[in-house]
């Protein structure tokens, strides 16, 4: 759920489930992890020479399989919209973006997560991303690298697309 703090500033709280499966499992054993997470947090949105840039600051309650953690994400999207204006948008974007997981206690430095995406709105609540993403994972003695194909489809569903500098960012939730 998004509180609009101003044209430019959106606070934010959200939760869901996350279970978490060993590489060679099956997606329903050997499981790794199931977790519940509440997570507030800030977006800063800002337009520079037709860059949409988006700057996300959350907190992350986990409650998980081996008790409770918190976690500190730090996003940043730049994404350029490109074509013809079609009902006040441009359907065409690409965005690049960076984000950095830290923990409380060790490791503190957990993760980051690099994307590089082209998007295509298909209506003002209608998002299609095609993407890289590419994951290190540093907690681990032997920092793994992870590199995903990223198929995306967001909706809009409930009221009116926000009408913030920079809504046009297509950076989501990698």
Do not use: C
């Not at 934010?12 to 519940?36: D, V």
């Not at 081996?66 to 065409?92: D, H, I, L």
């Not at 690099?114 to 299609?128: F, G, H």
Request: hydrophobic fraction near 35%; avoid cysteine.
């Amino acid at each position: 759920m998004h509180y609009s703090l101003h044209k430019s500033a959106l606070l934010t709280l959200g939760m869901g489930s996350y279970q978490t499966y060993q590489p060679e499992g099956n997606f329903k054993l050997p499981k790794s992890n199931n977790e519940f997470r509440i997570w507030p947090q800030l977006i800063l949105l800002h337009t520079i020479a037709g860059i949409n840039i988006e700057q996300r600051f959350r907190t992350e309650f986990r409650w998980m399989s081996s008790g409770f953690r918190n976690r500190f994400r730090y996003r940043v999207v730049a994404s350029y919209p490109f074509g013809n204006k079609t009902k006040g948008y441009q359907p065409w974007q690409v965005s690049v973006g960076d984000e950095i997981f830290f923990g409380k206690q060790s490791p503190f430095f957990e993760q980051n997560r690099v994307q590089v995406s082209l998007n295509y709105r298909l209506s003002p609540e209608v998002l299609l991303q095609l993407g890289y993403l590419n994951q290190v994972l540093v907690a681990n003695p032997n920092a793994t690298r992870n590199h995903y194909l990223v198929l995306g489809y967001f909706l809009e569903i409930f009221g009116k697309r926000m009408k913030h500098e920079g809504s046009n960012i297509a950076g989501k939730d990698f």
